[in-house]
């Protein structure tokens, strides 16, 4: 059993930065690929950005240099830090171990304009 525990959300203005974590139980952290989901109010969940269990991200084109994934696995975390963020990003950010059906409980964020 693995737990995905986000943490990281909140309240920032239009430009400002957050940065989300997400930190797992057990020892098949490292050796899986991790994803940063966000759903809004009224649409489906998407992915945001994923990383590889080799450090190598990938992004959807919304968020792109302005969103960076990275993890550590000395600390089984996943982070996002989100820069230049904008009333659109406002959701509730997931954390998922992909390819597996081990989700967070999430983390909201709102930008205010």
């Known amino acids: 059993q693995v737990q995905l525990v986000e943490s990281g959300g909140g309240l920032v203005q239009a430009g400002g930065s957050l940065r989300l974590s997400c930190a797992a139980s057990?020892?098949?952290?490292?050796?899986?690929?991790m994803g940063w989901y966000r759903q809004a109010p009224g649409k489906q969940r998407e992915l945001v950005a994923s990383?590889?269990?080799?450090?190598?991200?990938n992004y959807v084109d919304s968020v792109k240099g302005r969103f960076t994934i990275f993890r550590d696995n000395a600390k089984n975390t996943v982070y996002l830090q989100m820069d230049s963020l904008k009333p659109e990003d406002t959701a509730v950010y997931y954390c998922?171990?992909?390819?597996?059906?081990?989700w967070g409980q999430g983390t909201q964020v709102t930008v205010s304009s």
């Open positions: 998922k171990m992909m390819g597996w059906g081990y």
């Open positions: 057990g020892s098949i952290f490292r050796i899986n690929a």
């Open positions: 990383i590889t269990k080799f450090g190598d991200p």
